[in-house]
């Protein structure tokens, strides 16, 4: 089987976001990057399952559809045990055109499997693993929180309402994953690391596409209000800012 991890190159989260001072960008200046946290955790399952089956998984590839910034990324999906890292070489503005670019690749060269995460850390827009459906007419199983191999079988479970749901999937399918697919994100072995540096990293040009979403100005959140703490022995400084802030005279 040929296994397409879709990876995105995203802000560390607890990095402070911080904007330009006409608010029409991020300040990008000061930001550490990482794997988008849901592609890391598909990787990382794409990982041991290679390594439960190394019979069966083919090969292991990672994309990602940015600019030479995001090669360190790459690096470290190579260093976690991919194979193979594929750059489609664009800044992309939104979901719409990520799916264009990685469709063109899918229909292109066939997979058995694509995993991507439920949504970006950043834009949390949860809709590239949909569209990538849609464009490539492979099956869409949402919301996956296993795979696993089974003989000759794939087994994915899927978080439903009230419960989950296991089922045989039949390749070639998109698997748009979510927590619990793994323990926890891999972690780069020193052998990993020197093996990654030998692995190739493939450029390719995007194709024209057009993008369906502008983004006219950025604002931060509101900062939160100041958290004051009340005391078993002050029930009455409770009461009196309950009746304030509730406008009880």
């Not at 190159?9 to 402070?16: A, L, S, W």
């Not at 559809?65 to 503005?93: C, H, Q, S, W, Y």
């Not at 369906?212 to 800012?241: F, G």
């Amino acid at each position: 089987m040929k296994v397409l991890v879709c990876i995105s190159h995203v802000p560390d989260t607890e990095t402070k976001i911080r904007l330009t001072p006409d608010r029409s960008s991020v300040d990008l200046s000061e930001i550490s990057w990482i794997i988008n946290p849901w592609d890391e955790l598909g990787l990382t399952r794409a990982v041991e399952l290679r390594k439960e089956h190394p019979s069966q998984i083919e090969s292991l590839t990672v994309i990602t559809v940015g600019n030479a910034e995001t090669e360190g990324t790459l690096r470290k999906a190579l260093a976690l045990g991919a194979d193979k890292a594929i750059r489609i070489d664009a800044t992309p503005p939104d979901s719409w055109y990520v799916a264009i670019q990685i469709s063109e690749l899918i229909n292109r060269e066939y997979f058995d499997i694509v995993l991507t995460g439920i949504e970006s850390s950043d834009f949390n827009g949860y809709a590239v693993g949909g569209m990538l459906a849609e464009l490539t007419g492979y099956a869409c199983l949402p919301n996956v929180s296993l795979i696993d191999l089974e003989g000759d079988k794939v087994m994915v479970q899927r978080e439903v309402e009230g419960g989950k749901e296991k089922l045989e999937a039949e390749v070639p399918f998109i698997a748009v994953i979510q927590k619990g697919i793994a323990s926890a994100p891999g972690i780069p072995s020193m052998r990993g690391i020197m093996e990654s540096r030998k692995k190739s990293i493939e450029v390719i040009p995007p194709v024209v596409a057009d993008h369906l979403t502008e983004y006219n100005s950025y604002e931060l959140p509101e900062a939160s209000k100041e958290c004051r703490i009340i005391t078993d022995s002050n029930y009455n400084e409770l009461v009196e800012r309950l009746h304030a802030e509730a406008g009880i005279a």
